[in-house]
């Protein structure tokens, strides 16, 4: 995937926040990039990319209160308010132009980024949804593909079978941030299990093992997993 031109703009202009210049994208390359951002994948993957960005640490500070999370999460939570509203088209370009030239924050970014414009922040229940691919693949050859939908505090986890009309489902807590986590799994043909999971160190990605009630295991992928168990 080309780089979003938007990428290194609007994300990394966020003066004095991200201490770096970048060129500002044209009307017609702004409004393509807010299109190819409307693919969920491409909306995660280009958080993600953002999200390790560099940031001066007493802003860091500040935007960890603002947020209302740890100073870790500051970057993934900046860059995915920013994308989620450019890409519903909340950002006008007039605005984009004005925060990535290093003009200040126009009432849009104010918004993007839930900060008042003369208050302190209220902490919100977020409510956007972040999608990522997920599959299973059994040592019986069985394969499974679906996707886990993340909102707020709570996520969900849903696969079906290639082979037959099996659904398997199962809940966790995005508070819990541990590496590592095993989850309750149960499938419409009766079978429960676990999911024994470790994710990456910004949720973007996941992989592990399946283990189901009768004795079937096999391998689990969310997202773009850097490793495999």
Not at 18 to 36: C, E, H, I
Not at 104 to 116: D, F, T, V
Not at 122 to 148: C, H, N, W, Y
Not at 193 to 215: C, H, I, P
């Amino acid at each position: 995937m080309r780089k979003l031109i938007i990428s290194i703009a609007i994300v990394m202009a966020a003066s004095p926040a991200f201490a770096q210049t970048a060129p500002v994208a044209s009307k017609s390359g702004y409004g393509n990039d807010r299109n190819l951002l409307g693919d969920p994948s491409v909306l995660n993957r280009s958080i993600e990319a953002c999200s390790h960005s560099a940031i001066k640490p007493d802003v860091q500070r500040s935007l960890a209160k603002l947020f209302g999370v740890t100073e870790a999460n500051v970057r993934f939570e900046f860059c995915r308010r920013i994308y989620t509203a450019y890409a519903k088209g909340a950002i006008p370009y007039d605005d984009y132009v004005q925060f990535a030239g290093g003009g200040g924050m126009p009432a849009s970014i104010l918004r993007a980024l839930r900060i008042p414009a003369s208050a302190p922040l209220k902490r919100r229940q977020e409510r956007t949804e972040i999608v990522l691919p997920a599959s299973a693949t059994m040592d019986s050859g069985e394969r499974f593909k679906g996707s886990t939908i993340a909102s707020g505090t709570s996520g969900h986890f849903m696969v079906r079978s290639s082979r037959r009309s099996i659904k398997c489902a199962g809940d966790y807590d995005l508070r819990d941030r541990r590496p590592t986590v095993t989850l309750p799994v149960r499938c419409s043909d009766g079978r429960t299990g676990e999911v024994f999971v470790t994710r990456s160190t910004d949720l973007m990605s996941a992989w592990g093992k399946v283990k189901l009630s009768d004795g079937s295991t096999g391998r689990l992928i969310v997202g773009i997993a850097r490793k495999q168990l």
